[in-house]
């Protein structure tokens, strides 16, 4: 029998219309998005079916639309008796996955990541911080260029650790502008801006920890009936306490993402479902793990072509 780990997206995967098709087709994934308008009090759903594209970008709206949709589509891959052992989200998705393992309910998720959203947004004011992705550069080394980067021209540091290869950099304009740079004179293959709305996983988003924290002591975490690999540990978490302090460092801490991947194929995982849009996490997991199966999960296409598979792997 395979070992199976659901995978939940983090921002950037999201785009109008997704879950829509599923939603259509099965009422346990209608609820979700009904469920979500209700606690959000506002007709959330149809931002997520119909909206405008930059309405949907916006961080406060891009969190919960996000755990919406893949919460969503986990419970139609429940009714067709498909489970995992294990969970991990990328950054926001880790809510993702500690709603389905059990720790926390779906709708005290889905009020949080709108907050945690607004958070992020007011942390830093527009145009001063800002994020790029760093392609082809050993880990120690961009370490090093990090750190003079913001030695001579301002506050940057690694935020995401995607895959051998592929990190992505988060700080001040000024500090990743000149990480960039430095990256380029020690041989990094590419380095790339990205359209992000501010400097994520960066010393920078402390104070939207500081505030997420308050409404995280608020909400009952219950023990997860998966284990769910922290980002910023790569290791499980288990108690009430170690989930609400990993999301509280999550969001001005690296997400080690290639950390959390190698942690499953250790633990034997050899399946790997992507719960969500896109296949952002599937092409990740591809470039750690050759031999791994990976079945990202978003339509009616993509959801047979996973129980078709899973069916084969149990015979």
């Known amino acids: 029998m395979s070992k199976i780990a659901l995978l939940f997206p983090g921002q950037g995967s999201q785009k109008v219309g997704m879950g ?13 998005f009904k469920a979500a308008d209700k606690a959000l009090a506002e007709d959330f759903t149809s931002l997520i079916f119909t909206g405008d594209d930059e309405e949907l970008k916006k961080t406060e709206n891009t969190q919960p ?48 990541v709108r907050k945690r959203g607004q958070f992020m947004e007011e942390a830093v004011p527009k145009g001063k911080g800002t994020m790029a992705a760093i392609l082809g550069l050993d880990r120690e080394i961009l370490m090093e260029v990090t750190t003079q980067a913001t030695q001579e021209a301002g506050p940057v540091q690694p935020a995401n650790f995607n895959c051998p290869g592929q990190i992505v950099i988060s700080g001040s304009v000024e500090g990743v502008e000149r990480a960039i740079e430095l990256a380029k004179e020690k041989g990094a293959k590419r380095a790339l801006p990205l359209s992000v709305s501010g400097p994520f996983h960066s010393d920078l988003m402390k104070p939207a920890a500081d505030k997420m924290k308050v409404i995280l002591d608020n909400i009952a975490f219950e023990e997860p009936q998966l284990k769910v690999i922290a980002n910023v540990s790569a290791e499980a978490v288990d108690s009430a306490t170690a989930i609400k302090d990993a999301l509280v460092q999550q969001i001005y801490s690296p997400v080690l993402w290639e950390d959390t991947i190698n942690k499953l ?26 031999r791994a199966t990976v079945l990202p999960v978003f339509d009616i296409e993509t959801l047979n072509k996973a129980i078709s598979t899973l069916k084969m792997e149990g015979e």
């Not at 829509?20 to 609820?31: F, G, I, R």
């Open 65 to 112: 639309a996000l755990l919406t949709t893949s919460i969503a589509i986990w419970k139609v891959l429940q009714e067709h008796d498909i489970h995992g052992e294990f969970a991990a989200g990328h950054s926001l998705g880790e809510y993702s996955a500690l709603v389905a393992s059990g720790a926390m309910t779906f709708e005290d998720a889905v009020v949080s």
């Open 265 to 290: 194929v250790e633990e034997g995982v050899d399946t790997f479902i992507e719960v969500g849009p896109g296949k952002v996490l599937s092409g990740l997991v591809k470039k750690v793990s050759r």
């Open 20 to 32: 829509q098709e599923l939603a259509n087709e099965y009422s346990v994934c209608a609820d979700v």
